[in-house]
């Protein structure tokens, strides 16, 4: 099915794709044996590679110089040129995979080499992360996080005013793919007097946006509300998995630690700012009663424009599951507008201390839950904190994650008229502790 | 003064020089103009260069594949090596510049070629750091500093079982010298119902000791205590600059963010394990009724000889002291003593969970204060909060640190018999804010 204003493309496998259609045109860092990791562009089924694109001479200008900085095994350089530099590219890319490209028979005589098949590709980390942060702009996530500890008075007073974040650990963010090894660690059980060391038992995932940062700011120079949008290259999604064990034990004063740090994981695809514009939208309105911001995180423009309308899923696959041909059963839905706090409120918050934010830097949004279970990010909160067990297809339930279980999350764009815009996915396999 | 077992050196400067004599040798990065930055090695006034040296042959076998890593802009591939190799380059840098060296006319001749005058160069990052981790083990400080906010039970129930840490921003470490403008930030007033906006009124240093990671692990394989004090490359003094109204609003329930954020310092030198292993001794014994730590914490050897004895101090200069001619006044003399955890305690506890440690990484010890006043290694503590002023000779008070105000960490290692180890400085002024 191909929305009424979807531009086709001489790439059959990109007309009427879900994800990867002409309007999207994420960029990734890919791999085959044979071809070091380099910049690609998904189109379809295929990966256009850059590096041949450049070789064959298509592109000119801006958008030469953007297809350079991201041929290489990073985007970083590539992020650093900020939105002329990808809004040249984007536009470079659209007229040479058109269906009606002057080029067409051109490209189409260059095969394999201009366009990889995705299915033999490796898929890498996008950039060198110099920085994580992430964030916990998910209010219901925040609300029913803290209702279990603080069942009258959920939310701390600072939530409506700061957009709470925290430091992460950049060395163990992982593509989409990769296997997630239980963690060891102290945990103080239920009623014990003194901690005890093992394997996590209340393994968890959390649903999350991941925001890459494009271009830096000037070490002691905040980035003001109104041009933080341009510092941001792209988005993925972000699975930030989390021992609940050892964080209620060591989380106190300073925050989580061992907790998150032994895995994120994150899609390999960088959509880009420019093809989410359809999807821009209204920040929801802040409840009644709600302070407003202090001025240097309002923007009107940003209130009206800033927020996503980005659809976020999770699914859970099983052993057990995988045994009986079971498909992966989806366990949330929810959305981006769960945000409290828009993006552009991120960075302006971020940066307003003179921290400088970096190419190839990533934040998480924090677990974006709904209001209903339905829509809950996290096993946290869908099972109450390991009190009501989740009921699986296979006739399994689940409190928390066990070893096999596959979390694969998922993220798309739809708006009546426009061609839907895919994310890809997210995924990972949880295995035995060491 | 030279200690009776001190080699000499031919490098007159170096003999006695209390910071950087024959027994040191600490690497760090240099540049002077017409030269670009390279590593390099202190000796008394002067900076051994790596590179002029691996051009002159001076070094074999290992000592020149360790000499080849430190050579480059950053110390990071050196740093990867590991022990046997700074243990190589150690001996050979020793023997070329010892009073007795064979080739000492032949060195000579090379002058400044060789030996850069270290007043004339310019001292950056030794490494690029991947992740930077605070810890919090200074005992003393995490119990006045839980006195402010619970008198009576100042320390949490998991302090004396897990050595406490978070991630901090990797983005924002310099190197001494560099200024430290006062950061914007969100704070809440005593007795106002609603946050404001403007810059730090309580503007704070924390003292210290800087952890530079060597050799990295494997993903998902912890270190083991035992191999703990391997991984470690050397050592640093570390500012970990405060902003104490933005971190009390800040910090629940995610610990410290934007507070830190805008500026960390280290001083240039990575003093090595080996240069201080004369300095090691027993972990001062737990006091009756603290629990003994998990098996994966607890390693005899590391017990009986992984705690450093490390004297650290901290300067203060204002301006009116500047104009006035005064020189710095010291305002606290601490002790590496007061960790609670070892060095080794805190590699194994970080990796424990699978976290993979990268060459080049950074932990702070978090701050190091004694028992008494005297030895407080933050105006929080020193000045109770802001209630108790600091009185300056030049007539002034200080709550917090104001505009102009210069901070300086100096440490040493003394004892009978030895060459003194200096670690040099970690300098910096702070600026008004933006």
Redesign the interface.
């Known amino acids: 099915m191909t929305a009424h204003n979807e531009r086709r493309s001489w790439v059959d496998s990109a007309n009427g794709h879900p994800d990867f259609s002409l309007a999207n045109l994420p960029l990734g860092i890919f791999s085959r044996p044979g071809l070091t990791p380099r910049g690609g562009v998904a189109i379809g089924d295929r990966i256009l590679d850059l590096k041949a694109a450049l070789d064959a001479g298509l592109f000119d200008g801006t958008a030469r110089q953007a297809a350079e900085a991201a041929s290489g095994d990073s985007l970083n350089a590539f992020f650093a040129l900020g939105a002329p530099a990808r809004r040249a590219l984007r536009e470079a890319l659209q007229g040479l995979l058109d269906a009606d490209s002057l080029q067409r028979e051109r490209l189409q005589a260059l095969g394999e080499t201009l366009l990889q098949p995705m299915a033999a590709c490796r898929l890498h980390l996008p950039a060198r992360i110099?920085?994580y942060t992430d964030f916990?702009v998910g209010i219901h996530h925040a609300t029913n996080v803290g209702k279990l500890f603080r069942p009258d008075n959920p939310l701390?007073p600072?939530y409506k005013?700061?957009p709470?974040?925290?430091?992460?650990?950049?060395?163990?963010i992982d593509v989409s793919g990769a296997a997630v090894?239980r963690?060891?660690?102290?945990t103080?059980a239920p009623g014990a007097s003194?901690?005890?060391?093992g394997p996590s038992k209340r393994l968890d995932y959390e649903l999350e946006l991941g925001i890459w940062i494009g271009e830096g700011n000037a070490?002691?120079?905040?980035i003001p509300i109104a041009e933080a949008g341009s510092h941001v290259a792209g988005f993925c999604l972000l699975n930030d998995w989390s021992?609940r064990d050892?964080q209620a034990?060591?989380?106190?004063?300073?925050?989580?630690?061992?907790?998150k740090?032994?895995?994120t994981s994150v899609s390999p695809w960088v959509v880009t700012a420019e093809a989410l514009e359809p999807f821009r939208c209204a920040q929801p309105p802040r409840p009644e009663g709600d302070?407003r911001p202090?001025?240097?995180l309002w923007d009107e423009r940003d209130q009206q424009a800033g927020a996503l309308d980005i659809e976020l899923e999770v699914l859970l696959l099983t052993d057990a599951m995988r045994e009986q041909g079971l498909a992966p059963q989806r366990i949330a839905l929810s959305n981006t507008l769960n945000m409290y706090w828009t993006v552009a409120q991120m960075v302006a918050?971020?940066s307003?201390?003179?921290?400088?934010?970096?190419p190839g830097?990533l934040f998480g949004s924090g677990t974006l839950s709904g209001e209903r279970p339905e829509s809950f990010g996290s096993l946290l909160e869908l099972t109450q904190g390991g009190k009501q067990p989740l009921h699986l297809p296979s006739g399994e339930t689940r409190t928390f994650l066990e070893d096999g279980d596959e979390i694969i999350l998922k993220a798309r764009c739809r708006r009546d008229g426009y061609p839907s815009i895919g994310f890809g996915e997210c995924r990972g396999r949880v295995l035995p502790a060491?």
Request: aromatic content about 14%; overall charge negative; glycine content about 12%.
């Open positions: 110099g920085d916990y701390l600072n005013y700061v709470i974040g925290y430091h992460g650990r950049a060395s163990t090894k963690p060891n660690g102290q103080l003194e901690p005890s060391f070490r002691g120079e905040a021992a050892v034990w060591e989380y106190q004063p300073l925050g989580p630690f061992l907790s740090s032994f895995a302070p202090l001025p240097y918050h971020h307003v201390n003179g921290c400088s934010l970096q830097d060491a």
